[in-house]
């Protein structure tokens, strides 16, 4: 698979302005899906609950977490993907057809042919956040991340191929996407604390992260 190289320059209603080869930020791109998305991951979340999955140091994630399709899992073991919930034993929820719709269309505007085979959903309460890290544990690096915001904004850090290079800080919003694959393909990204808070789909913060992870 090829990747195209898109790069893209967008303020957002702070002014800020991002650009990086093999990065695209698409503000409102999920904003005419955003009710159907949320429906989709209660509906997941029924089959398949949130749950604070343990790091292999010991740690709690503040973040909680389910999957649909391959789903992603942390335990003291190690990162891995698998497609069995180990809460249940059987396999993560189907990923929801508007789930696959999008990640496909916004991919394709940032010049990829992508059909993911994974979505990791992550739910972030007041108080939550994402270290810096490294999207490595799939199976096929041609293939980029789409990464969908819902809920309250958030502060994005997206940095560089190592852990100690700069790193950006974007804010995203409630239906904003973020596209990156190519040369940004493993760059490190996490998200900043996330504040307190009111947006009519509650208290909170939902991103889907989607991958081809097998």
Known sequence: MRWVSF????????????????????????????????????????????????????????????????????????????????????????????????????????GFDFTPDGCLINRYEPGAKMGLHQDINEGDYSAPIVSVSLGLPATFQFGGLKRSDPVEKITLHHGDVVVWGGPARKAFHGVLTLRAGHHPIGGHRYNLTFRKAL
């Open 7 to 110: 790069s893209m320059t967008q303020p957002d209603l702070f002014g800020e302005a991002f650009e990086r080869e093999g990065v695209a930020i698409l503000r409102g791109f999920a904003l005419a899906d955003d009710m159907a998305l949320v429906a989709a991951i209660k509906a997941v979340a029924a089959a398949a609950p949130f749950r604070h999955m343990i790091v292999p140091g010991g740690g709690r994630m503040s973040v909680a977490m389910t999957n649909a399709g391959i789903g992603w899992v942390a335990d003291t073991k190690g990162y891995r993907y698998d497609r069995l919930d180990p809460l249940s034993g059987e396999p993560w929820p189907d990923m929801p057809s508007v789930f696959l719709d999008l990640a496909h269309r916004a991919a394709a505007v940032a």
